[in-house]
């Protein structure tokens, strides 16, 4: 029996002790936090085929400069000089171009499509009552520009095999008549489904610890002891614990303790915030709302509204003008809907790890032997969870990997 020690007790952490403990491993879960609040927790709750192009696109780094100067943009790159920093600054330039989409497409698509099945799966096999939902997510667009940009993407999505139509004003009425929409047409992955984020952390947590998975909470790891190209233990600020096999997925501080053991992997933490309200929304399917980046989600007793990357290192300060624009944004799109001042004061933020190129870095280094990393998903950790899970327990166990991950190797080049 493997012994193994998974560094992070978010969607990720959890997914791996999770496959890891089916394939027969003792497992123990590390976090420095109560492991009841960030990225895991204040997400749009999306499963998402349909997001197969990378937050690394041809525009974005020009779109990131014109917005540098308004804290309210749905993009807010925070420059500092810190080499970390610039460092994943020039990579995320660099990928930035039609080459990294091409290559990252199929990719992308594939690990979604998995996590949908996964999570399927786990609600039927485990007996678990979280929300999973198969309504699709509207890409909810005002004006000819973004409409234009999100047809030309819902292309490239059907040329892959992904189930997604067009729709006009008056279709989108039709879909959702509980509430009134102002957007010109919108763009409708049927592929998608959506979750509630904190009844699927909770109902996990609970069946992981009742089979026998091991959590210390509260406990943050401060040193990686390596012989060789192996570790040996780790230190955290209580104890000192050894394990046969360990695996990375402490979110944004990945690279904080990579660092330790001489592998760099470009990471930077993107800000997201959400707002939830419990009053009747009429809203029934998830949406984006396209030109403020703003998403909207029917979960289970209440709607989300969240949005925003801003890219401003480690911390959990909220930015109130950040909130002020996610509400603004809900109304524009949604003229019955005025986000109270209460609702606003009560926004939650989490810090998803964003890679350079837009795809999250899975696998083991050629530095460390017995180190599997999984981190880097950014908007996607929630989508990409279960895959990662079960790709982290095939590559531990040496089965049989359920899709090529090559794209998401942890040395790979920028």
């Keep these: 029996m493997k012994k193994v020690i998974v560094i992070g007790g978010g ?28 990225a895991s927790y204040v997400n749009a709750g999306y499963l998402t085929p349909s997001h197969i192009i990378p937050l690394a696109a041809p525009g974005a780094m020009k779109q990131g400069l014109k917005w540098m100067f308004n804290p309210a943009s749905p993009l807010f790159i925070k ?18 171009s039609e080459k990294n989409v091409k290559n990252s497409i199929t990719a992308i698509k594939d690990i979604n499509l998995l996590s949908v ?27 000819q520009k973004a409409l234009h940009h999100e ?21 989108i009425g039709k879909m959702q008549p509980q509430t009134y929409i102002n957007a010109i047409g919108a763009v409708h992955f049927k592929c998608d489904w959506h979750t509630t984020p904190n009844v699927f952390m909770e109902e996990f947590k609970a069946h992981l610890q009742e089979n026998g998975v091991q959590f210390f909470k509260n406990e943050k790891v401060i040193d990686l002891r390596l012989e060789g190209t192996s570790i040996k233990e780790i230190n955290t600020e209580k104890q000192i614990l050894q394990a046969d096999e360990f695996v990375l997925a ?40 396209t030109e403020a980046r703003v998403a909207v989600t029917p979960m289970d007793g209440f709607t989300r509204f969240a949005g925003t990357m801003e890219i401003a290192g480690i911390h959990h300060k909220i930015n109130p003008v950040r909130v002020e624009a996610i ?11 005025n986000v109270s001042t209460e609702e606003k004061a ?53 089965k049989k990997l359920s899709m090529n991950i090559d794209a998401f190797h942890p040395d790979r080049r920028f």
């Design 250 to 289: 402490a979110g944004s501080s990945s690279s904080l303790l990579s660092r330790k053991l001489g592998i760099k992997i470009p990471l930077e933490a993107g800000k997201g915030y959400r707002i939830n309200t419990q009053r009747e929304t009429g809203i029934s399917i998830p949406a984006i709302l």
């Design 79 to 96: 420059p500092r000089l810190e080499p970390g920093f610039l460092q994943w600054a020039w990579a995320f330039n660099k990928s930035c």
């Design 346 to 398: 009560q926004a939650a933020c989490g810090l998803r790890p964003v890679s350079p190129d837009g795809k999250p870095y899975i696998g083991k280094s050629s530095k460390c032997d017995n180190l599997t990393i999984a981190t880097g998903h950014a908007m996607m950790g929630w989508s990409m969870g279960p895959a990662t899970g079960k790709l982290v327990s095939e590559v531990i166990s040496g």
């Design 11 to 38: 969607i990720i952490g959890l997914c791996s002790a999770y496959y890891l403990s089916k394939e027969g491993c003792e497992v123990t879960v590390i976090d420095q936090s109560a492991m009841d609040f960030g």
């Design 327 to 337: 509400a603004k944004a809900v109304q524009k799109y949604y003229p019955e809907i």
């Design 151 to 171: 047809v030309e993407v819902a292309y490239l999505a059907a040329k892959e095999g992904l189930e997604v139509t067009v729709l006009t004003a008056a279709e």
């Design 117 to 143: 099945d996964l999570f399927s799966e786990l609600k039927q096999q485990e007996n678990f009552n979280f929300q999973l939902e198969h309504k699709g997510l509207l890409m909810l667009c005002q004006t």
